[in-house]
């Protein structure tokens, strides 16, 4: 790890406030499992869940509910299960690209890389997505249990806090 990458982590907040949210027409907190992974695997990370909600795969209300996320004070980063496939109504994909003003292309790459070793081809059919909206990070996972606990054990809780860390600097509103 490079000097710079370990003092800006040493400097990074001590866990990130976060909002979860799985994005399925069929999904109830019961059977939730990617959306509980996360939250089970964030917590476990030192992070902290401020938020947590199911909503539909429709864009509108995907859109209504990231962008009222983004706005409050209390939400560092969100994190959305589910939606980011290719069927007709897989549409998070579309919604973030919509609201994150700097993509962060590293984030899918690596992810479909990690996902690559874990179930070969079928790796490039994900379209996880993460960037920064204003002074907030945005995470976009598939909605299998898998899947989720590969981007956040792998990605997330190594990065959360510095990435937030980041999106902070030089800015008046954090």
Avoid: W
Avoid at 80 to 101: C, F, K, N
Avoid at 103 to 114: A, H, T, V, W
Avoid at 120 to 148: D, E, Q
Wanted: with cysteine; net charge negative.
């Amino acid at each position: 790890m490079s000097e710079s990458v370990r003092q800006h982590r040493e400097s990074a907040p001590d866990h990130v406030r976060v909002a979860v949210v799985t994005i399925s027409d069929s999904r109830t907190p019961e059977t939730d499992t990617g959306g509980n992974t996360a939250v089970e695997l964030l917590e476990g990370g030192g992070h902290e869940i401020v938020h947590r909600e199911i909503v539909p795969d429709d864009a509108p209300r995907i859109e209504e509910t990231l962008t009222g996320l983004l706005a409050r004070r209390e939400v560092d980063a969100v994190v959305t299960t589910g939606g980011t496939g290719i069927s007709a109504r897989d549409t998070t994909y579309e919604v973030a690209s919509r609201l994150i003003d700097k993509k962060l292309d590293g984030f899918g790459e690596i992810f479909r890389s990690l996902s690559y070793e874990e179930i070969g081809s079928a790796a490039f059919l994900s379209r996880a997505i993460a960037g920064a909206s204003g002074s907030r990070f945005v995470a976009c996972l598939p909605g299998s249990r898998n899947a989720v606990r590969l981007a956040v054990e792998k990605l997330l809780v190594p990065e959360l806090s510095h990435v937030v860390f980041e999106l902070r600097k030089h800015r008046e509103e954090a």
